[in-house]
């Protein structure tokens, strides 16, 4: 499985951007879907999941801002993004654990957020 995600930019404070994960290889092994972020001199967190029945998860940090989706038909996941800050900066992650248990990791893309 390659995951690619794209969408990402420099926005200006409280603008959003809705990034964009697409799979290709073998993409119907994926069971969840998760984006994850790095900031500037920080360990990548948790963002968001979504499980093969349309769960959501989110980390409290981004809960009511962010939202997660996904096109089963076209193998790609979403992440909308609201009311960014320029604490949102940084390079934004897509993951999936795929059958038989294995974790893909896109190569990430930039989000900057101005004020």
């Known amino acids: 499985v390659q995951l690619v995600e794209s969408g990402g930019g420099l926005v200006q404070t409280g603008e959003s951007l809705r990034l964009s994960c697409a799979a290709s290889?073998?993409?119907?092994?994926?069971?969840?879907w998760g984006w994850a972020r790095q900031r500037p001199g920080k360990e990548r967190e948790f963002l968001a999941k979504?499980?093969?029945?349309?769960?959501?998860i989110y980390a409290e940090s981004v809960k009511g801002r962010f939202t997660v989706s996904r096109d089963h038909a076209e193998h790609t996941a979403y992440l909308q993004m609201n009311g960014l800050t320029p604490d949102d900066t940084a390079v934004y992650y897509c993951?999936?654990?795929?059958?038989?248990?294995?974790?893909?990791w896109g190569p990430g893309t930039q989000v900057t957020v101005s004020s």
């Open positions: 993951n999936a654990d795929a059958w038989p248990g294995r974790d893909y």
């Open positions: 979504m499980t093969p029945t349309g769960t959501t």
């Open positions: 290889g073998d993409a119907w092994r994926i069971n969840n």
